[in-house]
């Protein structure tokens, strides 16, 4: 099972929106809306920030949203804060009953 | 409050084995199936396993399938991974997470890191 792909960085200035790309096969992303995604600031342990692709657990801001379009799912943060700043990893159910993550994506708020 | 709390994690030397527990309190332990994910140094976060709210199923990733053994004990409201045939690669703090939903792992223990070296 190979990793999901995302871009390495993205970047964005405060009150910017930006969108992180999580791009699978038909053997995961593309066959299941069960599509998470992870925020992990150094030395910590990851934080749900969306899952089912497009669901917000409480206690996230509504700036972040996700959605999905064929193999490809997508992480949107809107209103950039400087708080932001942190690895975005998504995570996607597979045809095998495994899970698989992506790559990671750096988010640099300029 | 929910809590997870990994320990075992050491300085290994390479084909040599370790066990991995991860204690879970706050909530019903035998109603959640669990994941342990890894995260090798620098590196982005890795899949590892999950076994089932009864422990009757277990998954692997491919890199540790056949050397790795996911299990539970709910009489100790514990999970395990037992670690077999460590490579280098398998360096990593190793995390336990609490499944709520298939990739919707709403709890994380703060890792326990391993270390294969000769």
């Known amino acids: 099972q190979s990793a999901l792909t995302q871009p390495a960085s993205v970047s964005g200035s405060p009150g910017q929106s930006i969108t992180i790309s999580c791009t699978g096969t038909?053997?995961?992303?593309?066959?299941?809306?069960?599509v998470s995604w992870y925020q992990q600031h150094p030395g910590k342990a990851p934080r749900l920030m969306i899952y089912d692709v497009t669901n917000r657990p409480s206690g996230v801001s509504n700036r972040f949203s996700g959605s999905k379009s064929g193999n490809t799912a997508s992480l949107t943060i809107s209103g950039l804060q400087a708080e932001d700043e942190a690895d975005y990893y998504c995570?996607?159910?597979?045809?095998?009953?495994?899970?698989?993550f992506g790559g990671g994506t750096k988010l640099t708020v300029l | 409050q929910v809590q997870l709390v990994e320990s075992g994690g050491g300085v290994v030397q390479p084909g040599r084995s370790l066990r991995l527990s991860c204690a879970a309190s706050?909530?019903?332990?035998?109603?959640?199936?669990m994941h342990w994910v890894r995260q090798a140094p620098g590196k982005g976060l890795e899949w590892v396993a999950v076994i089932a709210y009864d422990g009757s199923t277990q998954y692997y990733g491919d890199s540790v399938r056949g050397r790795f053994t996911i299990s539970r004990d709910t009489s100790k409201n514990t999970l395990y991974l037992q670690l077999n045939g460590l490579r280098p690669e398998d360096t990593a703090v190793y995390y336990c997470?609490?499944?709520?939903?298939?990739?919707?792992?709403?709890?994380w223990g703060q890792g326990t890191l391993v270390i294969v070296s000769s």
């Open positions: 706050g909530f019903t332990f035998s109603r959640n199936a």
């Open positions: 038909t053997s995961d992303v593309g066959n299941y809306n069960y």
């Open positions: 997470a609490k499944e709520e939903g298939t990739t919707r792992f709403d709890y």
């Open positions: 995570i996607s159910y597979t045809t095998s009953s495994t899970r698989v």
